[in-house]
């Protein structure tokens, strides 16, 4: 197996990721689920996906360590190369590595005007050009629309393709919009350009595609989620 093979057999390709819509940028994604069912797994798929394609991720942790945002990395980096011969994954892992910078907040200090201040440093200054964004941990809860549009506005400024955020959803709050997005985002879904679920089920946890504009597949399709690996499989 090759990192080329890694590519084209994602499940990801499903999302159309890679692809171009809005003059070049994709927009924004979100993951939505209960708290501790594979949010920041899903992101790093994500994250790794883009890195593999040659882009720069900006992975924006609020509330963890740049340790612990890295391990998340190494395990799932790890798990999807297992296949490969160990020379094989030692040559591209630092190739790989090279396209993510890790970038963390306290809950209590993150704020947008203060990513952007950091992102601009980085850019001006030409250390670090991301392409995606992706932010793991922003309380969609204390937020309102205004805020994601602000997002949306840094993203097209900045000239990334896509950003990329995780969301909480909470069982006892039954509000969802018309395509099955749950609070504390259904009233925002359109800002989104695709929308993933993680749906325990009885016999498996499935990924619900609630939205996405550019999917090879329609939209109401599921992908599978192995809770033991946090990895996405095809359904």
């Not at 509330?63 to 160990?86: C, H, N, P, Q």
């Not at 001006?124 to 602000?150: A, H, N, W």
Request: proline content about 3%; charged content about 30%; overall charge negative.
């Amino acid at each position: 197996m090759t990192k080329d093979d890694l590519i084209r057999n994602n499940p990801l390709r499903a999302l159309g990721l890679g692809d171009t819509t809005d003059n070049g940028n994709q927009g924004m994604g979100l993951v939505m689920a209960r708290a501790g069912l594979g949010k920041t797994a899903i992101l790093v798929q994500v994250a790794l996906d883009f890195m593999m394609r040659g882009e720069r991720v900006l992975h924006v942790s609020i509330g963890e360590t740049v340790d612990k945002a890295r391990s998340w990395y190494d395990d799932i980096f790890s798990l999807i190369t297992s296949d490969m011969i160990e020379s094989e994954r030692a040559e591209i892992e630092p190739e790989i590595m090279r396209n993510r910078m890790i970038m963390t907040f306290k809950e209590s200090s993150f704020s947008l005007a203060t990513l952007e201040e950091r992102l601009d440093d980085f850019i001006k200054q030409d250390v670090y050009q991301p392409q995606c964004l992706i932010v793991d941990g922003y309380d969609f809860s204390t937020s309102d629309r205004s805020m994601v549009e602000d997002f949306d506005t840094l993203r097209k400024k900045r000239n990334l393709s896509m950003a990329w955020f995780s969301a909480v959803s909470h069982r006892a709050d039954g509000r969802v919009s018309a395509n099955g997005v749950p609070a504390p985002c259904h009233e925002m879904e359109d800002m989104f350009g695709t929308v993933l679920f993680i749906n325990p089920e009885e016999q498996a946890i499935k990924l619900d595609i609630l939205k996405c504009v550019a999917c090879e597949i329609d939209a109401s399709s599921k992908l599978a989620f192995d809770p033991s690996t946090m990895l996405i499989k095809k359904s």
